[in-house]
T-cell receptor, first 113, second 114 residues
Framework: GQNIDQPTEMTATEGAIVQINCTYQ??????LFWYQQHAGEAPTFLSY????GLEEKGRFSSFLSRSKGYSYLLLKELQMKDSASYLC??????????????FGTGTLLAVQP | ETGVTQTPRHLVMGMTNKKSLKCEQH?????MYWYKQSAKKPLELMFV???????ENNSVPSRFSPECPNSSHLFLHLHTLQPEDSALYLC?????????????FGPGTRLTVL
């Protein structure tokens, strides 16, 4: 089976740095997405990693290690508006031309003053 | 309007009702998706359409019936639902179904089945 693991909840302080981890065990791998989802809203795209290493985009960075089945999302200079659920999703090459996104349960991040 | 839109945003229905969810994407994409998001569970893929052809049916009960009349519109027809079908139903679209094709989500329809 396919399995994606993330912590259920995390708490951090405004202005701090937080790292949200994601580990995966899947029978195939074509990349990994991170999405942010505020309560009652659509998931919005944050990052995409397909090769090992760190991708930096402003205050957000995402890291991937394919050999370890591991990714993390790093949020710097936390702001109150960063309070949201963060979803890790692995691109699973189902077969043919169709790839399937397999999601973790999401990590609910609460940023406190 | 831009992006992916969904209507209605909220829906309450009885188990004997028939209703439809609508999704529209304004991104010029060729692939569209239906997902189910239940509390404390991962997003579950239900259906995938590529160029208006259904390419994935993820073992979804027949009481959910998708329809894709063109590449910009996607419907989910609902009938004789169960209370456990109450969830947030999300629509998404992407340029294609390749590995690097980012999926863009709509705001979802919050469905409650009484």
């Amino acid at each position: 089976g396919q399995n994606i693991d993330q912590p259920t909840e995390m708490t951090a302080t405004e202005g701090a740095i937080v790292q949200i981890n994601c580990t995966y065990q899947t029978s195939g791998f074509n990349g990994l997405f991170w999405y942010q989802q505020h309560a009652g809203e659509a998931p919005t795209f944050l990052s995409y990693n397909v090769l090992d290493g760190l991708e930096e985009k402003g205050r957000f960075s995402s890291f991937l290690s394919r050999s370890k089945g591991y990714s993390y999302l790093l949020l710097k200079e936390l702001q109150m508006k960063d309070s949201a659920s963060y979803l890790c999703a692995v691109i699973w090459p189902k077969g043919g031309a169709t790839n399937k996104l397999i999601f973790g349960t999401g990590t609910l991040l609460a940023v406190q003053p | 309007e831009t992006g992916v839109t969904q209507t209605p945003r909220h829906l309450v229905m009885g188990m004997t009702n028939k209703k439809s969810l609508k999704c529209e994407q304004h991104l010029g994409h060729n692939a569209m998706y239906w997902y189910k998001q239940s509390a404390k569970k991962p997003l579950e893929l239900m259906f995938v359409y590529s160029l208006e052809e259904r390419v994935e049916n993820n073992s979804v009960p027949s009481r959910f019936s998708p329809e894709c009349p063109n590449s910009s519109h996607l419907f989910l027809h609902l009938h004789t639902l169960q209370p456990e079908d109450s969830a947030l139903y999300l629509c998404a679209s992407s340029q294609g179904t390749g590995g690097g094709d980012t999926q863009y989500f709509g705001p979802g329809t919050r469905l409650t089945v009484l």
